[in-house]
């Protein structure tokens, strides 16, 4: 498709843009017009919402009736009967991982800093979920029967188990205040619900499939989301490489985005800008001999500040730019301040990538819905799973922000900063090109990966509180009855809890980018006693203490002291920049990493190990537990296997491949088109392995609940429970 703004704008002379025409003038993209209409929002929230719960409930019938005499226990609520299948495993590690931040933030990234934004997403967020294998394969090895992480910190540590209760649960709301922050705006701006409102509805959405069947019933959830996840991402790729534009159109609108003057931007960003003659206000402006009173354009909305704070800046030529116009500070390309979008020479993008990191460490060892994942998966599956699951997922942000995050910039839509920061980026996009079915395909996508992710965090909690809190300090004799009745009280009340937190932020104004590169200053300090926990025999239980606390204090000190070095305010805006941000979280989690590598060295503990293994079930339910899988035979070999290809990927993501990228500077029209190819190809392969592969893995079973359902010899629900725990499958 041709692209007829900037053809017309190289027949005018004077000011002119490429921006679409329908968006000159306007302050914002939705500019509070939602594209669907209110009652398409409660469709979505409560409708879906009620749909989900319905399938999600036939299917854990299904597998429950069939597979294991339709008993279910409290070992299989809060650990899915250890059982889980590689494909499943990955289709669930997605779905987990697959935040509101995912599909959001990578993209806002994008429209900041250009292309590096989707790779340091990707990669940032990707290596986590690979090194966390080694802490699956750990898990099988010395605590097969273990329910939660901090069960596990309990079992080695006992006077830690509080500090690491706090960090875990920490992990638990900031996730799912993201989640709900990004999902609460992006509904409103689509349909014009009311944010808090919506805030409540998307939390509550999930309680009752979690509430049924626990943990099996989420991973059932999680595969559909994930599908229908990566139908859409295929879905936006197709349309704007494929259908709208081609990867040399694109380059050629980001170039010319890049190229426009400081002047240039300051003309098309004012309400009265016209073609050729430009904004007359502004014009006007530049005319009059200014003094400090002199009123600023009144018309001119580029920049963040207002009235006389942008008189000062103006004069003083530091102004905050609010939409995506000329190039970007750090970047290389242009001249030594402002750069090219189409390059991985980007300081910006580099701090943001050093933040990614930190703080998904944070959100994944810390998290114990990962820990339930690796628990719940069977023991030769668990690797596997983490391994294939992290390179499936680093498809969706790299895949779905070089596309919809990299084309708003290319066509110039009026996406102003406090759009993006909240996460509207994809969904402006998607309405511009494909209507009011774009804004549903981005809502549908959306509440997917909410109502996935949120149902994990929601069922990790209650696991906490069961395992951590209800049986070791008020019920010690608790049966397995009693912690399922526990989960499902604390289900429906911890996702209320989330959407009153996530409605206080709202309300003082702190958005899901905010809290994406907050997040690792408060829990990044907890990843290396967590980590020491499975794997370093010398750290004691005081380093770990010392250092998850000595890390989160010194990584507040850091944020707090870099911000007013700066001589940034102390306020959302000043707190928020990327190095106050960067330098708190360095901190938080280098210092408690030195303080338990420093106790190993200078005096070591001794721990043997012998505890974890002493973790007692509720229920005799043994399955997954099967002593030639938890073989040393078989998980040494793996546990060798993750180490060597999750160190070596990890290399690769966040060394090498930046590495041979940056000799390139700014993309050729040659080098973007295969930087697409790779884009569309890493999209196109993820999507056919994690949908296939969990249905090829499970063709058997599925096949003989199938025939058993039509009467067609079946193998009795008896038979099919003995040879689950046997770990077997039967021939129908």
Known sequence: MATPELAACKLVEGYCTHMPKKYWGKTSFFDDAAPLSEASGYIIVIGMGLGMTLLAAVLTHLEVAYTRSGAISSEFFNTAGRSVKTGLTASVIVSQWTWAATLLQSSNVAWNYGISGPFWYASGATIQVLLFGILAIEIKRKCPTAHTMCEIVRARWPGAHGTFLFFGFSANLIVTSMLILGGGATINALTGMNTVLASFLIPISVIPYTMYGGLKATFLASYIHTTIIFVVLLMMIYTIYVSEFSSDQIWTMIKQTSAYTTDECRHIFSEDFVEGTGSATYTHWLTLDRTKDTPAPDKLFLYREKNKDLSACLEADDCTKQFACGGVAGNAGMDTDTGSYLTMVSLEGLKFGIINIVGNFGTVFCDQSYWQSAIAAKPGSAHKGYMLGGMVWFAIPFSLASSLGVASTAIQLPVSATEAGAGL??????????????????????????????????????????????????????????????????????????????????????????????????????????????????????????????????????????????????????????????AGNVFSIGVSFLICQGQALLAPDDYDWRSLKEIALLDDDQSGLDAEDLSEAKLVPALNWIKRVGWATTFVLIVLWPALSTPAGVFTKTYFAFWIFVVLAWGFFASVVIVGLPIYESFEEISTIAKALVGLGGASKDEIALSERAGKSVEA
């Open 425 to 582: 980026v994809p969904p402006a996009v998607a309405v511009h090109l494909l209507g009011s079915g774009g804004g549903w395909a981005i809502a549908v996508m959306l509440f997917m990966a909410i109502i996935s992710t949120g149902s994990a965090e929601a069922i990790a909690v209650s696991s906490l509180i069961s395992y951590d809190i209800y049986k070791p300090y008020f019920n010690p004799q608790a049966s397995g009855d009693d912690i399922i009745r526990i989960s499902r009280i604390v289900i429906p009340l911890y996702c209320i809890f989330a959407g009153a937190l996530a409605t206080a932020l709202f309300h003082i104004g702190i958005g899901l980018g905010w809290v994406y590169g907050f997040m690792g200053i408060h829990i990044g300090c907890a990843v290396a006693p967590v980590w020491f926990c499975m794997t370093d025999s010398r750290v004691s239980a005081k380093a770990a203490i010392c250092g998850a606390w000595a890390g989160c204090v010194c990584g507040y000190l850091a944020w707090i002291f870099t911000c007013l070095g700066l001589g940034d305010p102390l306020d959302k805006y000043g707190l928020g920049t990327l190095s106050s941000m960067l």
